[in-house]
């Protein structure tokens, strides 16, 4: 072969997604896909802007439960709640004192890693900016005393969250995430979690309407994603280097005033919206990993039995160290093999791109 067209084949065989210095997952609680869903029509610029990158507005809550915290325990842990492989954690209230059982290990009855263990163990920083006072549980799984040792290269220490802040509104949880962001210089992952529309939703409803109390919610998260996509935008050391996982813990409405049932699929059908830094390239994520996920018509509820699963929030935490270039979430289950395609471009191994 010459020398010149074997170049070019090594050059085309090597591309691989880019990696990203930070890594920022996103959590909208209680948000249906149908929110976002609209006319391009200059509302919502962020949550639009976003959507120009891979994503999809079906994929899946957990399969036995459609509440908050065992949800976005399963985000940062790519566990599912239930079954042998599950995190275990089904309480969605304030948890107990470490003491008293409080951490994510104590329930399971051995160490539960997360997406913060990964990226710490290896350098990275790491952050929880959480707008609902249930999230302590972040905090006390994985603080000094409960975090497992460090067994990859240098030892970056036990406490595996460097960052964590509960604070009460959206335009809080934003400015503290930028702010840290802002002030990073090696890499980081995090969570930012912003309650609105979940609060509003119990409130007034799950209640589609325009202007609605729900729908009023989704645009104040939306400015702050505005927000925050501007200051990484205006900052030359973030702008390029910050991909986003966003997702919601739940959608909400059955009943109209929560989210229990979990088999409705207003409650289950959520967002799963990837930002590479940029704008685009768009592609819906089921149809781009149609072999290697479950395609489900949008009244068909889906189990853990099912193989492959469809693409769940629990994805997001693997998603986040496959985007920063960093191996998945020990015995994690979904997105495990971190092969969630997000492009349509060849990979090194030849197959098509991730
Ligand atoms: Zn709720």
């Not at 249930?134 to 040792?149: A, C, H, I, P």
Request: hydrophobic share 40%; proline share 7%; aromatic share 6%.
């Amino acid at each position: 072969m010459p020398i010149a067209l074997a170049g070019a084949l090594l050059v085309a065989m090597a591309w691989t997604a880019p990696t990203f210095r930070h890594a920022l997952v996103v959590s909208v609680d209680g948000l249906r896909p149908d929110a976002i869903d609209g006319p391009e029509d200059g509302a919502l610029p962020g949550f639009r802007r976003l959507m120009r990158g891979p994503h999809t507005l079906q994929a899946r809550a957990d399969a036995d439960t459609t509440i908050t915290l065992p949800n976005h325990v399963g985000m940062v842990t790519g566990r599912p709640v239930g079954g042998q492989k599950g995190h275990g954690w089904t309480e969605n209230g304030d948890p107990p004192s470490v003491k008293h059982g409080g951490t994510l290990h104590k329930c399971r009855g051995g160490y539960v890693a997360s997406m913060f263990d990964v990226a710490h163990d290896r350098g990275a920083v790491t952050a929880v900016f959480a707008t609902k006072t249930k999230f302590v549980l972040f905090s006390q799984s994985f603080d000094e005393d409960n975090g497992r040792k460090d067994s990859t290269g240098a030892d970056d220490g036990t406490d595996k969250l460097d960052c964590f802040a509960c604070v009460r509104t959206s335009a809080m949880a934003r400015e503290m995430a930028v702010g840290w962001l802002r002030s990073r210089q090696g890499p980081s992952i995090s969570l930012l979690h912003f309650a609105a529309p979940d609060l509003a939703g119990h409130a007034k409803g799950w209640d589609m309407a325009p202007q609605s109390p729900y729908r009023q919610a989704v645009e104040e998260v939306d400015r702050e994603l505005d927000a925050l996509l501007r200051a990484i935008d205006e900052d030359p050391a973030l702008r390029g280097k910050v991909a986003i996982v966003l997702t919601a813990d739940h959608g909400g409405g059955v009943p109209f005033l929560t989210h229990t049932e979990q088999q409705a699929p207003e409650n289950y059908v959520i967002p799963f919206i990837v930002w590479l830094g940029g704008d685009g390239p768009a592609a819906e994520l089921v149809a781009l990993n149609a072999d290697r996920r479950a395609v489900l018509a949008r009244d068909v509820h889906a189990g853990n039995e099912l193989s492959p699963q469809p693409i769940r929030n629990a994805d997001a935490g693997n998603v986040a160290l496959q985007l920063m270039g960093l191996p998945a979430i020990p015995e994690s289950v979904h997105n495990a093999r971190q092969d969630l395609r997000l492009s349509e471009a060849p990979s090194a191994d030849g197959s098509a791109g991730r």
